[in-house]
C-alpha cells in the first residue's frame, strides 16, 4: 500500500496531515536509533519493526476494512477493561495510551500541567489530531483508576464521548461485586454499539483467544529467565506494546514463533549480551509507544533488562481467565476474578503487587530493580518507597526513577543507572 492511499486514508480521518508526517519522520529517526542499531536481534523481529512500521498505516486499514463490513472498534486506556467482551461481540479492542510528547501543550487547555505525561499525551494526540486510532473508534472507554485520570475522562469527553467503567478502588467483596455489575454494564454497551448478543459460545470464543494470547507473552516472561539474556529488553517490551494494537491471532502466532527461536538461542547459549552483564527488571507505570527512553537509556548502560512490572508487561499477561465456566454467568464470575487480581497501585492497600514484584525479581534472576514512575504520577511514586522498603528486605537493590517523556533528563538518567549498574557488577 502506497503513503498516499495512507494519506487520503489519514485525510478522511480528519487527521492533521503535516503534523502527522512529522511524528513519524521523528518516530522513524527514533526507531532506528533505538531498535534498529542493535545487535544480535532475533528474526522474529522483523514482525516487530514491520507491525511498528504500519502502526499508523496497514493496521489502521485494517480497522477501516473491518468498520467497513459492519465491526466497530473500541478504544481503551487500562488493562483493565476486558477484551474478552469486547471480542464476543465481534468487535476489534485496542489501546489509545500514548508515550509521545506531541500534542501536550494543548493537552494543558484541557488538564492541569501538573497531570503526567501518559495522560496529556493522548488527549493531547486527539486535540493535535495525530492519533488514528482515536480517530478510528466507535467508543471510547475510560475507567476510574487514578484521579488524574478520572479527571482526565471528564475533560477527554467534551471532545471525545468517553464511556467510563467504574473500577473500584479495594479488593474486598462488595467491590468486587461492583466490578461484576461493571462488566455487565459494560458489556450491555457493547451488544448496544456492534448490534450483536453476547452467547456463553461467543464469550468463551473471547476468553480462549485473550488466554491464548496472555500464554504466548507469559512463555516470553518466562524464557528471560535464561542466562545470557536471549532477548533486550527494548524488543520484548515492544512485543508487549504491539499486543495492544495487533490483531490478537496473528499476535499470539507470531509470539509463539519467536519464543520458538528463543527456545533454540537459549539451548544454543545464545544472547544479546554477555552472561555476566547485570539483569535488570522494570517495574511500575506502563510504558506506552514510543516511550522507549529508559529502556534504551538502560542497555545503553551496560545492563540487560530481563522483564517489565507494568500493565505493558507482565501486569498484563500474568493470570488468565479460567476457562472451566460452561455458563455465560460463570464466563462473567471467571472474568471478574481474574481482573481483581490486577495489582495497579491505584488499590488500597496492595500488598500482592509488592509479593508479585519480589517473586518476578527472582524468577528472572533480576540482580535489581529500576522503579519507573511517572512524574506526577502519585499512586506509583507513593509505592515506589514500599517497593523499595521490600526488596531491600529480600537483598535485592532498587534504584527509583522518575521522569517523563521529554528527552531533557536523558544524560542526568545515564549517570544515575551507570553508577546503579557499577554497584551490581
Ligand atoms: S491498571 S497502571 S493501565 S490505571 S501513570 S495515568 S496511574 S498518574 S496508567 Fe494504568 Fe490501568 Fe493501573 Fe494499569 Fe494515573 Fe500514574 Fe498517569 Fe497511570
Known amino acids: 500500500m502506497s503513503e498516499s492511499t495512507h494519506h487520503e486514508m489519514w485525510e478522511k480521518l480528519n487527521m492533521d496531515l503535516e503534523a502527522h508526517d512529522g511524528l513519524l519522520e521523528v518516530l522513524g529517526k527514533f526507531y532506528g536509533d533505538i531498535y534498529l542499531s542493535q545487535e544480535n536481534r532475533l528474526k522474529g ?56 510528547e506531541a500534542g501536550s501543550e494543548l493537552a494543558e487547555q484541557l488538564v492541569p500541567r501538573n497531570t503526567c505525561a501518559l495522560i496529556k499525551s493522548f488527549i493531547g494526540f486527539k486535540m493535535a489530531k495525530l492519533c488514528p486510532y482515536i480517530e478510528s473508534s466507535d467508543m471510547i472507554v475510560g475507567e476510574t483508576t487514578c484521579d488524574g485520570k478520572k479527571k482526565a475522562y471528564e475533560a477527554f469527553n467534551e471532545i471525545a464521548p468517553t464511556y467510563v467503567m467504574e473500577v473500584p478502588q479495594t479488593k474486598s467483596e462488595a467491590a468486587r461485586e461492583l466490578w461484576k455489575s461493571e462488566i455487565l454494564r459494560y458489556m450491555k454497551a457493547v451488544e448496544e454499539l456492534t448490534g450483536v448478543t453476547i452467547t ?40 508487549n506494546q504491539i499486543s495492544f494494537y495487533d490483531d490478537p491471532v496473528r499476535f499470539t502466532a507470531k509470539i509463539n514463533e519467536l519464543c520458538d527461536e528463543l527456545e533454540t538461542r537459549i539451548e544454543t547459549g545464545e ?37 517489565e512490572e507494568s500493565c505493558i508487561g507482565t501486569r498484563n499477561s500474568r493470570d488468565l481467565v479460567d476457562e472451566s465456566g460452561a455458563t455465560l454467568e460463570a464466563m462473567i464470575d471467571a472474568i471478574a476474578d481474574r481482573y481483581m487480581k490486577i495489582d495497579c497501585a491505584c488499590f488500597t492497600p496492595n500488598q500482592e503487587r509488592l509479593d508479585n514484584i519480589t517473586s518476578l525479581a527472582k524468577d528472572l534472576k533480576a540482580d535489581g530493580v529500576i522503579h519507573y514512575s511517572l512524574l506526577f504520577c502519585q499512586p506509583y511514586t507513593h509505592e515506589s518507597m514500599k517497593v523499595d522498603k521490600r526488596l531491600q528486605a529480600e537483598g535485592i537493590p532498587m534504584l527509583s526513577i522518575e521522569t517523563d517523556y521529554s528527552m531533557e533528563d536523558v544524560e542526568q538518567l545515564k549517570t544515575r543507572i551507570e553508577a546503579f549498574v557499577e554497584t551490581l557488577a
Open 271 to 307: 544472547g544479546v549480551a554477555p552472561a555476566n552483564t547485570p539483569r535488570l527488571m522494570l517495574s511500575g507505570c506502563p510504558m506506552a509507544v514510543p516511550n522507549w527512553k529508559l529502556p534504551y537509556v538502560v542497555e545503553s548502560s551496560g545492563a540487560v533488562i530481563v522483564g
Open 45 to 100: 523481529a522483523e514482525y516487530l519493526d514491520f507491525v511498528l512500521s504500519e502502526v499508523h498505516g496497514l493496521r489502521i486499514k485494517e480497522l477501516q476494512d473491518a468498520k467497513a463490513q459492519g465491526r466497530k472498534v473500541v478504544g481503551t486506556f487500562c488493562v483493565f477493561v476486558p477484551e474478552e467482551i469486547t471480542l464476543a461481540a465481534d468487535a476489534i479492542h485496542v489501546g489509545l495510551c500514548a508515550g509521545a
Open 200 to 239: 456463553a459460545e461467543k464469550l468463551k470464543e473471547g476468553i480462549r483467544i485473550i488466554n491464548g494470547k496472555r500464554r504466548a507473552l507469559q512463555r516470553l516472561t518466562f524464557l528471560r529467565a535464561a542466562s545470557p539474556a536471549p532477548i533486550s529488553g527494548r524488543d520484548a517490551l515492544l512485543v
